[in-house]
């Protein structure tokens, strides 16, 4: 895992340009016995050359086996163990979309949902609803929910289609607060537990219970977000600054607001653009490439499309990232970085604990014998299966960025 005390001491600036491409849940699976994966797939002649140029190799987000949420995926990516920094998603999601939180404030990821007659979970996402009805809904809700009666001030803001923040102001929130979601359909949704033991803790449990019961109460004659589930309860950590550890400019391009506020929490600058396509995040790219050392470019796509079991649209939205490779290449960057943060199969509806499909490109990077970026051929590669955490180190040495440790 990475020691940020040791790269903070031999972090060093020079002119390098390092860049993060991160295809949302990249990795995949075959659909069928001796078939190819999306990756596979896709027709990606552009990443097929970096891959033949660089080094390959596949990336681990949390541990062996264990299949991670994109939050602690995001983070380990940027070099913070999400074992040891535990960041709940309602943080990230309440950064993202620019609210104020304060360090007390409890913030927490909501889904709308749909619910059966009798309350069980037939679709978690709500057939994603517009982003339009997000907010009507959420307007419903902040009119005609209230725990002022308890002395908490609550706060309902729309993220993008079917999500959206609930933020709680007030003192004595805290605990390791558990969620609402059953993670399946069929099921009905869980009552939020809190897991420390601690006063404080069972306090906030009960009160966000208070809210969910009112909340579905209003949400129940609605005909598809008839219901909601809360995910990643927490408070913000309050985490060492990426700028500080490694001395480098940072910004981050990003459509969703999740993933701009994971960039956020760990210090880098949100830069603002319009358009959801690729190619409007490589045109944000070339806008502000003389203003920074290191950009994080997020594509969500891919895992949306791997979640829905669309294995062809995620194929289409790889080779889509594949095109705007030679616009990436042309602004000349020292080391470039192509990775999911954790693989999403079509095959399976979900984020998975596979490793992902990595390639490392560069000057100073020495190529292997890898002649395509794919699952089965960056097994092959020199990294080989190496934890996450350590995409920056490496990204950091190949651009001349760390100091010589020792005489």
């Given at each position: 895992?990475?020691?940020?005390?040791?790269?903070?001491?031999?972090?060093?600036?020079?002119?390098?340009?390092?860049?993060?491409?991160?295809?949302?849940?990249?990795?995949?699976?075959?659909?069928?016995?001796?078939?190819?994966?999306?990756?596979?797939?896709?027709?990606?002649?552009?990443?097929?050359?970096?891959?033949?140029?660089?080094?390959?190799?596949?990336?681990?987000?949390?541990?062996?086996?264990?299949?991670?949420?994109s939050g602690p995926a995001h983070l380990s990516m940027f070099?913070?163990?999400?074992?040891?920094?535990?960041?709940?998603?309602?943080?990230?999601?309440?950064?993202?979309?620019?609210?104020?939180?304060g360090p007390d404030d409890l913030a927490a990821r909501g889904?709308?949902?749909?619910?059966?007659?009798?309350?069980?979970?037939?679709?978690?996402?709500?057939?994603?609803?517009?982003?339009?009805?997000?907010?009507?809904?959420?307007?419903?809700?902040?009119?005609?929910?209230?725990?002022?009666?308890?002395?908490?001030?609550?706060?309902?803001?729309?993220?993008?289609?079917?999500?959206?923040?609930?933020?709680?102001?007030?003192?004595?929130?805290?605990?390791?607060?558990?969620?609402?979601?059953?993670?399946?359909?069929?099921?009905?949704?869980?009552?939020?537990?809190?897991?420390?033991?601690?006063?404080?803790?069972?306090?906030?449990?009960?009160?966000?219970?208070?809210?969910?019961?009112?909340?579905?109460?209003?949400?129940?004659?609605?005909?598809?977000?008839?219901?909601?589930?809360?995910?990643?309860?927490?408070?913000?950590?309050?985490?060492?600054?990426?700028?500080?550890?490694?001395?480098?400019?940072?910004?981050?391009?990003?459509v969703y607001p999740m993933y701009k506020g994971v960039a956020?929490?760990?210090?880098?600058?949100?830069?603002?653009?319009?358009?959801?396509?690729?190619?409007?995040?490589?045109?944000?790219?070339?806008?502000?490439?003389?203003?920074?050392?290191?950009?994080?470019?997020?594509?969500?796509?891919?895992?949306?499309?791997?979640?829905?079991?669309?294995?062809?649209?995620?194929?289409?939205?790889?080779?889509?990232?594949?095109?705007?490779?030679?616009?990436?290449?042309?602004?000349?960057?020292?080391?470039?970085?192509?990775?999911?943060?954790?693989?999403?199969?079509?095959?399976?509806?979900?984020?998975?604990?596979?490793?992902?499909?990595?390639?490392?490109?560069?000057?100073?990077?020495?190529?292997?014998?890898?002649?395509?970026?794919?699952?089965?051929?960056?097994?092959?590669?020199?990294?080989?299966?190496?934890?996450?955490?350590?995409?920056?180190?490496?990204?950091?040495?190949?651009?001349?960025?760390?100091?010589?440790?020792?005489?």
């Amino acid at each position: 895992m990475t020691d940020h005390g040791v790269y903070k001491h031999l972090a060093q600036k020079n002119a390098s340009k390092i860049v993060l491409l991160v295809m949302d849940g990249l990795g995949g699976l075959p659909m069928h016995v001796n078939g190819l994966t999306e990756l596979e797939t896709a027709n990606t002649p552009n990443l097929d050359r970096m891959a033949r140029e660089g080094t390959n190799g596949r990336s681990l987000p949390i541990r062996p086996g264990v299949t991670p949420g994109s939050g602690p995926a995001h983070l380990s990516m940027f070099s913070y163990d999400p074992v040891r920094y535990d960041i709940g998603r309602g943080v990230l999601e309440a950064l993202g979309i620019g609210f104020d939180l304060g360090p007390d404030d409890l913030a927490a990821r909501g889904n709308f949902a749909t619910v059966d007659e009798n309350g069980l979970v037939t679709d978690r996402r709500a057939g994603r609803i517009s982003t339009e009805e997000c907010v009507r809904l959420c307007e419903k809700l902040q009119a005609n929910t209230s725990l002022a009666d308890e002395g908490y001030e609550i706060f309902i803001e729309p993220v993008k289609e079917h999500r959206f923040v609930l933020v709680i102001r007030g003192e004595g929130l805290g605990g390791e607060l558990t969620e609402t979601d059953p993670l399946v359909t069929g099921k009905a949704p869980l009552p939020v537990e809190d897991e420390s033991g601690t006063a404080e803790g069972a306090h906030t449990a009960a009160l966000v219970n208070k809210w969910v019961a009112q909340a579905r109460a209003v949400l129940a004659d609605e005909p598809r977000a008839n219901s909601l589930n809360l995910r990643g309860l927490a408070k913000d950590p309050g985490l060492p600054q990426f700028t500080d550890i490694y001395q480098m400019r940072a910004a981050a391009i990003a459509v969703y607001p999740m993933y701009k506020g994971v960039a956020q929490l760990v210090g880098m600058d949100v830069i603002d653009f319009e358009g959801d396509r690729p190619k409007h995040e490589i045109a944000a790219l070339s806008r502000v490439w003389e203003d920074y050392d290191f950009f994080f470019i997020h594509i969500k796509k891919t895992d949306s499309y791997g979640e829905d079991g669309n294995f062809d649209a995620k194929v289409h939205e790889i080779e889509a990232v594949d095109q705007i490779i030679p616009d990436l290449l042309a602004l000349d960057p020292t080391v470039v970085i192509v990775t999911g943060d954790h693989s999403t199969p079509a095959k399976l509806r979900s984020h998975s604990y596979h490793p992902v499909p990595t390639l490392f490109w560069g000057e100073d990077v020495m190529p292997d014998n890898v002649s395509a970026f794919g699952e089965r051929a960056s097994e092959t590669g020199a990294m080989g299966v190496f934890h996450a955490t350590g995409m920056i180190p490496w990204a950091l040495g190949y651009a001349g960025r760390l100091a010589r440790f020792g005489a």
